[in-house]
């Protein structure tokens, strides 16, 4: 029971030191209650043949315009084309009027070529804009991403297990041989 | 059962467990990759262990309002300090900020309220000068203005936001000791509490870290959904 009692206790202590509010972290803002922009919106990048795809997964009570993202060549060799987005929800505001936004995650495409066959390694810039529900904007971020491959992408780093369960099979396999092969003898051809 | 069908059976095991613990992991990778097609975002920040470390970095507030002059309205230098000796309500925005936007009415309301016991708010456009007339003129906003890009932007810097968003607000009291910062769209009621704590500095009933301390309290109090 005292136990019990003890571990609410330390359960409530990180409660509130985790709800700590603002001015108690020494800090003279309410700047917590908002994310850093690259944590509310994470952007990744992948080629697939004469596609580039820009991918961002957005958190929740974030959101991203349809119409501020770009996605230009940044590489002197490469021209990408205007970038494919699917429609975005509607949002109607009472000052900016309805604008397509996304939440979650949006993924657009581009098609591009490259005219000095891949001499520079490839990059891309993109620009996005959004905001959070709870009333703040965070002005247009441009990032330059290096596109992976697809091919390289999709292809899985080995887990760190996955060694020890084959050096373990193969054991386990020879523990079961030795196990059947005790005790019995050579039965060798005769000479 | 006899030693023979003891080693088959445990051989057996062996084997079974060897192939399970196998199709285990290979699962597991399986199940934690990015189905095929789909592009990998980097985790970013998200690892991190403190949840505040995800939040905007802290801003390094000074202590007093700083020095910082920007064009007015009609283009004219106009110092910050040129308020002196009135509690500022200053404000920093931008046109294409939709939460920036809808704060302005509240912005008139208190400069209509308070203007008489002192205290001004100040609009900072941190966006192009046009844009800011056209939607100064459309919105008859009625308190002062200062329009700037980058010195717009390093005068946010100097309120210690260096990452800029918007829409923020600095609270001072008539010293000019800064007494809050609020990110992200001001409400009446976090604004009446602020204020009201600006009005206990100015008239001496409070120090400082006592009007920072009944802030903070008192906006914990009010952080509930829907006001923000």
New interface residues.
Partial sequence: MKMSVLALLLLGLVGAA?AK?????G?????????????AF?????V?GNVV?????IADGYYLYRHKIEIKAESPDLVVSTPLLPAGALKT????GTQEIFRQQV?ATATFTRVDAGAHPMEIKVTYQG??D??????PITKVLMP?H?AA??A?A??P??GV??L??GF??L???L??R??RKLDLPAA | MN??GL??G???L??V???W??AR??F??VST??P???????????SAPN??D??????K?PDRLPQFSLEDRTGKATSIASFEGKSLIINFW?T????????IPLLERLHAEWVGRGVSVVGIAVDYRDKVLEFADRFKIGYPLLIGEQDALDAAAAF?VE?????FTVFTDRRGE?V??????LHKPQADLILSEVENLNSGRVQLPAA??A???G??ALKSPGT?
């Fill in positions: 985790s509010p603002w001015w108690m972290h800090v003279e803002s309410n700047q917590n209650d908002f994310l850093d922009p690259d944590v994470r952007v990744g990048a992948a697939d795809r820009v991918r961002w997964v505001d009472p000052y900016l993924e905001c959070a709870a009333g703040l904007c965070y002005p992976e697809a992408a999709a899985p080995p887990h297990w996955e369960a084959i373990g099979g386990a396999f523990c079961a041989g196990l059947l005790k005790g | 030693t023979s080693r088959i445990a051989a057996a062996l084997v467990v060897g192939i613990a196998g992991i290979h597991h990778r990759q990015n095929p097609g789909v592009v990998s975002v980097p985790a970013g920040v998200a949840p505040s995800l939040a905007l970095p802290a801003p507030i931008a294409w900020c939709a939460p920036c936007r809808s704060e210690g990452t800029p968003v918007f829409p800064v809050a910062l609020f990110i992200g769209e920072r301390r802030i903070e309290e906006l914990w923000g």
